[in-house]
């Protein structure tokens, strides 16, 4: 790596904008003139990407930059905020004059932070940054996803509809504290996806496969990956073809490993976030050290991991990321933080305090959530199942965080038949409740996979890029919504 993160950004973002250390410091210090609990500024830039064929003909693209800095100050449960688009020392000023205003406490000592006392965090880059951000030119990328669509086009007669999407984001944030730390980030990330939809007489189905990750686009060209989507997207919308109603009833499910985990995410990981339980929202309010899950369950949150989507070298506050363990064999040991809600429960941060953009507030936020292997082979799951479901992707759902009530729709899954995967069907949705459910874990498998680089996650009318997982796992009993009784 030609220069580490904090010196990149200084350099790309700050000193582009004609801002520096000096200017940092002397915000700080208007910001601290007031009694703060904790305040911050929140560097970013992000430049995004995207190109869309549909239809054989290239419908759309942009290119979209953006950035500004948003200025944080907390006094108890209160929080002053304000932001702008502009970077440069008066708008810096400005907003934190703004910010400070959520603060009545005048006679307090003003912190002495100069450029000098500024202590830049020692994090591990996970990203490089000495290639360019676009490694592929406009026509590559035109090409790339051209040839996508022909890949797809050519492996099946019965193709009546092809979308390819490309995209590419590269972020720089900045985030200066007053207690006179200061931390940079850089991720780059690609998304790749391809939707069919096969015809055979009357009746069409569709099918979804995606690549990405924390990575450059050229990452798609190595081995062909790119056609591998195509035809992936290809073989789920011929099985889907082929499926036959799903069942309906309690029965044993088996979930796949990887995107399957966004039942854990969604089910399990909303409720652990620490403001969620702060305010008693949640289903694991006041659960802290109680029997959650079945002990086969060890789910943890990693914002570290190479390569993925949710992964930062720091959180949105500095705070550097972490492997935080939330439910070990089953007992719930620790929520995801940010800065506020640690500091309101007496804990420690996690590195979880994450924003949509500059001009949103931090709030706790998955980044990497997954369930950890166990020691069953895949096929001992399935052989284990008289009578039930193997569900191998989701294409929705929907969860209510205090209840932790969820329904979930499959896009593929299969019977299983006196321990065997048999029959493709369609129409399958999971009904039940996050703890309930996590209870009835009974076989792990030790195949975990992750996403395929698709994860966004909303809250709060933000959304951000996420990473979600899980080996194979045996839930012992779920209520199947299906069209046969």
Partial sequence: MSQDNLAYVKEHLLHAAGVDESSIAAALALLTERKLDFGDLFFEHNEVKSIVLDDNIIKGGSFDIAGGVGVRALVGEKCGFAYSMDINAQAIKDACLAARSISQGHNCERLNITPQSLKPLQLKPLYVNDSPFFTLSQEEQVKLIQTANEVARSADPRVDQVSVSLSASHRLMLVANTDGTIAADVKPVVQFTVNTVLRSGDRRESGF?????????????????????????????????????????????????????????????????????????????????????????????????????????????????????????????????????????????????????????????????????????????????????????????????????????TSEAYLIEHGKVTTPIKGATLIGNGPETMQKVSMVANDLEFDRGIGYCGKGGQSVMVGIGQPTLKVDEITVGGTQG
């Fill in 209 to 409: 496969a995606s690549m990405g990750g924390a990575y450059l686009p050229d990452e798609l060209l190595k081995d062909e990956a790119y056609k591998k989507v195509a035809l992936e997207a290809i073989r789920v919308a011929s099985v889907n073809l082929e499926a036959i109603p799903a069942p309906a009833g309690v029965m044993p499910v088996v979930l796949g490993a990887g995107w399957p985990g966004v039942l854990i995410h969604e089910a399990v990981g909303h409720g652990l976030e620490a403001d969620e339980n702060q305010t008693k929202a949640s289903a694991f309010s006041g659960r802290m050290g109680q029997k959650v899950a079945s002990e086969a369950c060890t789910i943890v949150d990693d914002g570290t991991l190479e390569r993925r989507r949710g992964s930062q070298s720091c959180d949105d506050e500095g705070t550097p990321t972490q492997h935080t363990v939330l439910i070990e064999k089953g007992i719930l040991k620790s929520y995801m933080h940010d800065r506020k809600s640690a500091r309101l429960m007496n804990m420690q941060p996690t590195g979880n305090g994450r924003r949509e953009s500059f001009d949103c507030l931090p709030m706790p936020r998955m980044t990497n959530t997954f369930m950890m292997p166990g020691d069953y082979d895949k096929e001992e799951l399935i052989a284990s199942v008289n009578k039930g479901i193997y569900a191998v992707n989701f294409s929705g759902g929907q969860v209510d965080i205090t209840s932790g009530r969820f329904v979930f729709s």
